[in-house]
């Protein structure tokens, strides 16, 4: 156990003796390279990566910065060989259409190799001027073993331990083999549940690090992350799965197959067989599910017959990830393969569940879904038993007013027309009602 996490648990450990709700905010001792120069203020994510998903291989490395024009190169040094990587911004676009007030974006910078170009090396010095930072390089091959892993974007101020529980054993049910989680922050409740499941080696929790600082005459870069972070996040997992499929969702969601099909699983990896297709669209359904008086799980009969409500959403996705180049929140933006394709499905459903999330559509109505398909009370009393063995006989572990602030702080600033971040906008408003 290193010693960043042993100091985080004397303090999950002194935390537990209180009755306050406190923010959990967790990141491992390695920082990301940072570069800059007079003109252009920029960051690099802590690892490049060498893609033997690839062939040729290429190597690839993460940044945040401001637009750069299109024909942008980055200059690394590998062994004795200098190489130029071209740089692209991960959505497409920069400035990103969703977030047009926001000074930084992610970008990628990627050029292919061959065996000739070096030799296999720990580390590559990027370059820039006149300066040299080396950063570890990390070897990604095809996805061999064989699985469903489900990624969650970076985690912020996240307060409903509820939804962890239903997502992973739900999730589980589907045929997930694993879950990793990009953390930043959260109640004490939350991490609880976190740090359960990964003792038990089925998720594992990656930091979402602060990404350094910039000369004072730029806009702070931290704060921006929140908002332009999420897609390097999801691309940065997917060279961290080890199966053959994945799915990037929230905490919130959950794929479940229509009547009569397999778990998603099984459905998935069949209708990935047919002939040019890497990823599955699956189409979204709201539901809300209604929690138990105590607040600690959700109530039998919500799950059993959910209410529908009239409010559509964006699809999300089962993928092969030795297929994926980049990928965006809702689709793919580049197949390794360009000749692959994303199909829409009709074997399965996204599930996207809330507390109180719009106006009802239907109540009681015969749906061609159930979120646990067989074994219903089996589930429901694992879901018990897991809830109970992680906090034992604490109460009062749900404070709703929480997600509430932070949804009213998160439309302040929609209205006012700001990059959005929770960690400059939101931090102190939160931390101020949890400890009252």
Partial sequence: MS????????TL??????????????????????????????????????????SPPRIRVFSINPCLHSQSTLLIKIGSKFLKLSGEPLEGECPWAWAPTCYYNSY???????????????NISIILQNKNSDV????????????????????????????????IESWRNQGATHFIVYFHSSTNEVW?????????????????????????????????????GHTMAANLCILKMNTTLGTIVDFDEIIVPTTGSPNILESSRQSLKEAKVGALEFKHTRLQLDLNSEKTGFERKSLE?????EKSGPVKLVFNTSSVGIT???????????SL?????????????????????????????????????????????VTKSIFQEKRNLYEPRIILELNECIEEMRQSLVCRSTVVNCKSRMEKLVSN
């Fill in 3 to 10: 010693a960043t996490i042993q100091k985080l648990w004397k």
């Fill in 13 to 54: 450990l002194i935390l537990a003796l209180t009755s306050l709700v406190v923010f959990i905010f967790y990141s491992d001792e390695k920082k990301n390279e940072k570069l800059r120069d007079d003109d252009i203020p920029i960051v690099f994510y802590k690892e490049a990566y060498l893609d033997y998903r690839y």
């Fill in 108 to 122: 990628i910078f990627e050029t292919s190799v061959t065996d000739s170009d070096f030799r296999i090396s720990e």
């Fill in 136 to 167: 570890p390089l990390k070897v990604i091959h095809p996805k061999t073993k064989e699985g469903l892993t489900v990624c969650v974007q970076p985690v912020y101020l996240y307060s409903q331990f509820q939804n962890i529980i239903l997502f």
């Fill in 192 to 228: 609880m549940v976190l740090d359960h499941y990964q003792r038990l080696g089925i998720l594992t929790i990656k930091p979402w690090p602060k990404f350094g600082d910039v000369p004072a005459r730029y806009p702070e870069i931290n704060s921006q992350v929140y908002r332009i």
């Fill in 305 to 309: 017959n959910p209410i529908l409500l």
């Fill in 328 to 338: 965006l929140t809702h689709s793919i933006k580049k197949f390794i393969n360009s």
């Fill in 341 to 385: 394709k994303t199909i829409e499905v009709s074997i399965g459903l996204l599930l996207h569940y809330r507390y109180n999330g719009g106006q009802e559509a239907m109540r009681n109505k015969n749906t061609n879904f159930k979120i646990f398909e067989k074994n219903f009370e089996a589930h429901i009393r694992n879901i018990d038993t």
